[in-house]
């Protein structure tokens, strides 16, 4: 089965500073998507990137997809308290589709001022 | 409409009651899936609907029964839990084929006593 590995499990950052979350999977990257999560609620879709090379930005927040790495990133520019969350990378679990997603254990981002 | 209802929000119920969740969506997808998510851990897959039929299990025990009615609606029946059952419970949907993005709901909080 496919696992993602997510770094840092958490992250402190003052408000205003950059900051990168990295998310790395033990096999072939079909679909990668990023989701962001308030404690005990639903998850938010950020962003989905399928081919090697993409980038897409929303905002402040750029991520990309290295698929030869089989890694993506996803970085974010002048942070802001509303940043602040857990951020989730979830992977297609196979190639058909309609198969759901494996997620990494997250990373618990907080926003310092 | 581009969200994904569930109901209810909180749930707390005894280990010999019959309770269900309801989700629902009018996007038109034809996959929909239940989630279970234990505090400070990752959504893991319990079912997948796809066209309203049954496509994968992920050896969830029988105590839980989900239910696709028709292609908008997604009920998970739950009875005879146990506390360890406890969790936040994701229900999301997505157009089937690989690359065409998850909507996730907020969620049931399930308390089992």
């Known amino acids: 089965s496919q696992e993602l590995e997510q770094s840092p499990q958490s992250l402190i950052v003052q408000e205003g500073k950059n900051l990168t979350i990295n998310c790395t999977s033990s096999k072939t990257l079909y679909g990668l998507y990023w989701y962001k999560q308030k404690y005990g609620e639903g998850l938010i879709f950020l962003m989905m990137?399928?081919?090697?090379?993409e980038e897409k930005s929303h905002e402040k927040i750029t991520a990309k997809l290295d698929e030869k790495k089989q890694q993506s990133s996803l970085h974010i520019t002048a942070s802001q308290p509303s940043h602040a969350g857990i951020y989730l990378c979830g992977a297609e679990r196979k190639g058909g589709g309609a198969d759901g997603l494996t997620f990494g254990k997250g990373t618990h981002l907080i926003i310092q001022p | 409409d581009t969200e994904v209802t569930q109901t209810p929000k909180h749930l707390v119920m005894g280990m010999t009651n019959k309770k269900s969740l309801k989700c629902e969506q009018h996007?038109?997808?034809?996959?929909m899936y239940w989630y279970k998510q234990k505090a400070k851990k990752p959504p893991e897959l319990m079912f997948v609907?796809?066209?309203?039929?049954?496509?994968i299990n992920e050896s969830v025990p029988s105590r839980f029964s989900p239910e696709c009615p028709n292609s908008s609606l997604l009920n998970l029946h739950l009875h005879a839990l146990q506390p360890e059952d406890s969790a936040l419970y994701l229900c999301a949907s997505s157009p089937t084929g690989r690359g065409r993005g998850y909507t996730f709901g907020s969620g049931t909080r399930l308390t089992v006593v």
């Open positions: 609907y796809s066209y309203e039929k049954l496509s």
């Open positions: 996007m038109g997808h034809r996959a």
């Open positions: 990137l399928q081919k090697g090379g």
